[in-house]
């Protein structure tokens, strides 16, 4: 959401920034839409200021017996009520009216931020190791998996429908080795506090973090007016929404290991076979709660913290920075980790992490005691640490054998009991 006053003191900026998203102009018509509530706000207060005038006057008609200047008062006070009532329901109207239009406008984006329409616009600041070089043709990991009887697309199918998968054996420990890695690392060495957080959440909950109203469609809905969550990033940042949050707890650092549901709408054709786009999926989740002056700060923190994950699992990557057009609903600047990927010959995504700056805390109404009496918006940001069924999938393809066998990291052998490699 979007301070109105910041957009009444510089709508040209806004609208600058939001050109580079590709909006159109749209400041002028927040500005009017906020002139009518204004407009209608002075009405009322000035019939409520004639309605008290005459309230008043009301006694002093009665003592003096004026029955005539009592009947004009009450007259002016009932007309006064009348045009209180309908400038009320005015202004409920009008604001609900900019509440929507405001709800539905991203953030803006930093201004130095890449300029872009799309994912072409994205700018790759630095790579960590060079892809691994077979001297075989390597494989996918969906014929890995499958080849090892250990990942069934088939069965998942038959009971879910696609975009969904049946690990089993070695390949679902190794799903679950990775969880416990991440989160054991975010939390012992990178001093976040792990959470158990519901995956099933309400409308608020969604808009607070941006999902709602825009992206509806990629949710999934219960028949309770509940919704899975798309990501524990919906979890975690409402565990400050409504608050006023001590000072001295902040930056508060949350993670939290959580399965994830996307319809994936849109993406037909997409990904269609392997893991890489399902509709159900664990993914470990950063988040970071700041005071304003610190997010930059802690935007390269949160950044580190998931590289790390891949650099003790030897796996190559690199790092861009998105462009305005690539950004996030409630993002005003992401840097992407992209894992190599040797079957497809590229990188592709395993995490995004977002600086919201105040964006998602307007909309939870999330802040913090600045002063004895002046309380200011939190900053959020989010961040994969990691996907975990990404991870699993650079790990089949970068540490595949020429048998169809899988190296175990090294960093994940003791998770794995001792075993070094999975083989049929």
């Known amino acids: 959401m979007h301070d109105i006053k910041s957009i009444r003191e510089n709508p040209e900026n806004y609208d600058e920034l939001w050109s580079k998203r590709g909006l159109e102009p749209i400041a002028q018509k927040i500005l009017n839409q906020d002139a009518l509530i204004r407009k209608a706000m002075q009405v009322l207060q000035e019939a409520e200021a004639a309605r008290n005038k005459s309230s008043k006057l009301i006694g002093r008609a009665v003592a003096n017996g004026d029955h005539d200047e009592l009947n004009r008062l009450k007259a002016e ?7 209180i009532s309908a400038m009320g329901i005015q202004v409920e109207s009008e604001k609900n009216q900019l509440h929507s239009l ?22 790759e600041l630095h790579r960590y190791l060079e892809p691994p070089v077979f001297d075989f043709s390597p494989k996918g990991h969906d014929q890995l998996g499958e080849e090892l009887g250990m990942m069934d697309f088939e069965t998942a199918a038959k009971m879910s ?24 690392i975010h939390t012992t060495e990178f001093e976040y506090t792990e959470y158990s957080p519901p995956v099933l959440v309400r409308e608020h909950a969604l808009f607070g973090t941006g999902q709602l109203p825009k992206f509806e469609e990629d949710l999934y809905k219960t028949t309770v007016d509940q919704y899975l969550i798309p990501t524990a990033e919906v979890s975690l940042t409402n565990i400050v929404r409504e608050s006023i949050i001590d000072v001295d707890t902040l930056p508060r650092r949350m993670t939290a290991q959580t399965p994830c549901f996307r319809s994936e709408a849109g993406s037909a054709g997409k990904d269609t076979r392997g893991m890489i786009r399902q509709h159900q999926f ?5 988040v970071s709660v700041v005071k304003p002056g610190e997010s930059l700060k802690e935007h390269k923190r949160m950044l580190g913290c998931a590289e790390e994950i891949l650099k003790r699992l030897n796996l190559p990557y690199r790092v861009v920075e998105l462009c305005a057009g690539d950004l996030g609903f409630s993002a005003r600047r992401t ?17 995004s992490c977002s600086d919201c700056g105040d964006f998602q805390a307007r909309r939870m109404n999330a802040r913090y005691k600045h002063a004895e009496k002046d309380n200011r918006f939190v900053y959020t940001l989010n961040g994969s640490g990691l996907a975990v069924g990404r991870t699993l999938v650079a790990i089949l393809e970068n540490y595949q054998n020429e048998d169809g066998s899988i190296r175990i990291p090294e960093a994940l052998i003791p998770y794995m009991g001792g075993i070094e490699v999975i083989s049929h």
Do not use: H
Request: hydrophobic share 40%; no cysteine.
């Open 77 to 83: 006070v009932s007309g006064a009520k009348n045009v």
């Open 102 to 123: 405001l709800s539905e406008l991203p953030n803006i984006p930093f201004p130095d931020v890449p300029i872009g329409d799309n994912e072409d616009g994205n700018v």
């Open 161 to 184: 429908g696609s975009r969904f998968v049946v690990l089993q054996g070695l390949l679902s420990r190794l799903d679950r080795a990775l969880s416990a890695f991440m989160i054991d």
């Open 282 to 286: 664990n993914k470990v989740e950063l």
């Open 335 to 351: 840097f992407d980790i992209e894992v190599w990927l040797p079957s497809q010959n590229t990188y592709r995504e395993i995490s």
